[in-house]
């Protein structure tokens, strides 16, 4: 979990993407929350000093964000479908080490993980099919991912065999553990313990 003294901007990445942003937070005190919506930007530009002061500082927040200086680098729990239930058994024997842990992982594996053993994803990407792995290996690339976990099927074609390897190469590359089944698995986790 990371510590944000107040005040803080949360959720300055949508900004920049015209989408959501979503965050779980548990303030330790009272607090008090503004919700800045698209039009009350659009009203501040009118005014270019007020503008430029409320565009620099989204910028700089959106800058450390993408450098990970706001969360804890994420494990990243990926399965093809033959395998789910491998990861979810995976997860929850190990439980009490996952809990503790912020994970990322691709829309439907996640679901799956939540629904089956109650942990929360604090980050889902898209599914493996529309480049869910592919956002991973950028997360990768970006220093923001700690371990992979991703259990495959060996004896299935994949129609993303092509992104599965790039995602398998760039965590060659860039020196991430990779468990791709149960055994490396165990051992990341043991690792990491």
Known sequence: MIVQEAPCI???????????ASATIRPHGPVHI?????????????????????YSELTRLCIQRI??????????LVAHDSRKSDLVELVHSHKDFFS??????????GLTITEKTGLQIA???????LGGD?????LVSEGLIS???????????????????????????ENIPLGTNQASAEAIIRLMT
Do not use: M
Request: one cysteine or more; aromatic letters at 10%.
């Open 147 to 173: 371990a992979v976990i991703f259990l495959r099927d060996p004896l299935w074609a994949q129609p993303h065999s092509a992104d599965v390897n790039a995602l398998i190469r760039i965590c060659e590359l």
């Open 100 to 109: 503790g842990q912020s994970l990322i992982s691709t829309q439907n594996t």
């Open 123 to 129: 980050r889902r990407v898209r599914t493996g099919l």
């Open 10 to 20: 949360l959720g300055e990445i949508s900004f920049v993407t015209g989408g959501f």
């Open 134 to 138: 592919q956002q991973i290996g950028a």
């Open 67 to 76: 450098s990970g200086a706001y969360h804890d680098r994420y494990i990243a």
């Open 34 to 54: 503004s919700r800045i919506s698209f039009k009350t930007l659009e009203e501040r530009w009118n005014d270019p000093k007020e503008f430029r002061r409320i």
